[in-house]
């Protein structure tokens, strides 16, 4: 069985099972946890002061003793943070209009690239072991998106009113 992600509502239910005396293995049946990881839960509500049978008086209590039982399933963004110091080399790159507001001289722009490219160039120039995909997440995090360039309006006029000499 694949892994299910433990949540405030289910354990909540596993809680209530236990406090009105249901057997782990009923818990497991209706709940479909494994027996040991209801075992371990019940370990927790017990170091809480819980224990069976008990009349709840304070469900505010309740549901902040859960929460801190609830597993933390947040992933460290280490690499992401690798962007950090170059974050605004990086929008220059992408966007080189947004970074030269206060830039009087018009030859020290640069010509804009694509967010891909800009990643390139960062890896190759600080060495960095991030992959593209933590890249994407970091340029989505900081709202890093490359401007369209604009397209040439172009001019229709009836068909015998232009004439075209090669």
Known sequence: MGYRRMDKHVLMAIFRRWIHDQSINKIHQEEGFDRKTIRD??????????????????????????????????????????????????????NPDASAEGNENPSDQLEPVKPKTAYRILVAKYDLEVSYETFKLYAREIG???KRKRTPTRLESPPGREAQID
Request: proline content about 4%; cysteine-free; charged content about 35%.
């Open 144 to 146: 890093l998106v490359a």
């Open 41 to 94: 839960y019940i370990r927790l509500f017990e170091a809480k002061g819980y224990r069976r049978g008990q009349q709840i008086v304070d469900q505010d209590v309740l549901d902040a003793a859960l929460e801190e039982l609830l597993p933390k399933n947040s992933r460290g963004r280490a690499k992401r943070e690798l962007f950090v110091p170059h974050r605004k080399e990086l929008i220059r790159l992408v």
